[in-house]
């Protein structure tokens, strides 16, 4: 496997994502920071300008055409790819947002905070249509399903929510991990699902039964990042100083020593034998294998 090291961020970065076609990644980070990247010559070719403070949600939109983020001042801004100044700003959530999601179709973005589970704004005009308050256990939003207007709602305790867009209807709540939901995915059409817990266990959920099939412990105590490939074959996990990529038929782990102990987040390519991790060490990692 062959690593590439991308270094421009002052500190911690919090997400990574490639474009559609994944030629791009957009890195997003403390102090504002939000950064192009070229994945063939591994340079940063753009700097976003518009965000005072962390940056920690990111989203293409647009097929690649424009980029969404959010950030701890509670604001959102889009940006043209080619360009650094922003084309839109919003002022959603004054305390901050920590997750931002768009429904399949494009046509409602969420937000979500520690005190609000879930916003919902009409896209792209970006009107407030519906705000619903978290609790001590319901705190955010942390996926959107792949065929239906739908929203996973994770927190610190041991239930996850599914809701429904934009009405807000808790159409399902089923029992997860003991402490706290880090991340959840869909795969295969929804049928399927895959979340990890702050207590290092991995789920593969069936979506239509609404039970687990597989529960299976990856590690300790700590933050994990998640992703699934696009095939829905293999699901990427980072971790303090590991990656960990494993195959969902069969269980099969292939893992990864990371200088890092804060990795936070895990992005696939979508047409290349790529992932891409942010860490808290100021570095990107751009994976070929």
């Known amino acids: 496997m062959e690593i590439t090291e991308l270094k421009k961020h002052s500190s911690h970065v919090n997400k990574v994502k490639f474009d559609p076609v994944g030629n791009y990644i957009l890195s997003a980070g403390f102090n504002g920071e939000l950064f192009l990247w070229e994945c063939e010559t591994a340079e940063c070719i753009q700097v976003y300008e518009g965000h005072k403070q962390t940056v920690?949600?990111?989203?293409?939109?647009?097929?690649?055409?424009?980029?969404?983020?959010?950030?701890?001042?509670?604001?959102?801004?889009?940006?043209?790819?080619?360009?650094?100044?922003?084309?839109?700003?919003?002022?959603?959530?004054?305390?901050?947002?920590?997750?931002?999601?768009?429904?399949?179709?494009?046509?409602?973005?969420?937000?979500?905070?520690?005190?609000?589970?879930?916003?919902?704004?009409?896209?792209?005009?970006?009107?407030?249509?519906?705000?619903?308050?978290?609790?001590?256990?319901?705190?955010?939003?942390?996926?959107?399903?792949?065929?239906?207007?739908?929203?996973?709602?994770?927190?610190?305790?041991?239930?996850?929510?599914?809701?429904?867009?934009?009405?807000?209807?808790?159409?399902?709540?089923?029992?997860?991990?003991?402490?706290?939901?880090?991340?959840?995915?869909?795969?295969d059409q929804d049928k399927h699902g895959v979340s990890i817990g702050y207590d290092g266990t991995l789920m593969i959920w069936d979506m239509e039964a609404h039970q687990v099939l597989e529960k299976y412990s990856i590690g300790d105590e700590g933050y994990y990042g998640l992703a699934i490939d696009q095939s829905g074959l293999e699901a990427a996990i980072v971790m303090p100083y590991k990656l960990k990529r494993i195959k969902l038929k069969n269980l099969s782990v292939d893992t990864t020593d990371l200088p890092a102990k804060g990795n936070y987040s895990v992005d696939y390519s979508s047409v290349h034998n790529q992932l891409a991790i942010g860490s808290a060490d100021k570095t990107i990692r751009l994976f070929r294998y």
């Open 56 to 187: 920690n949600s990111v989203i293409w939109n647009g097929s690649g055409r424009e980029i969404l983020s959010a950030s701890g001042d509670g604001t959102i801004l889009k940006h043209e790819i080619s360009s650094s100044e922003p084309a839109n700003k919003w002022t959603d959530l004054k305390s901050g947002i920590s997750h931002m999601h768009l429904t399949f179709d494009e046509k409602y973005l969420l937000t979500s905070n520690k005190s609000n589970m879930l916003r919902i704004r009409e896209w792209p005009e970006g009107e407030l249509v519906g705000k619903f308050k978290g609790d001590r256990q319901h705190r955010s939003v942390i996926a959107t399903a792949l065929t239906a207007p739908h929203a996973v709602i994770g927190g610190v305790g041991p239930t996850i929510l599914r809701c429904a867009v934009p009405s807000g209807e808790v159409l399902e709540q089923v029992k997860g991990h003991d402490k706290a939901t880090m991340a959840f995915k869909f795969f």
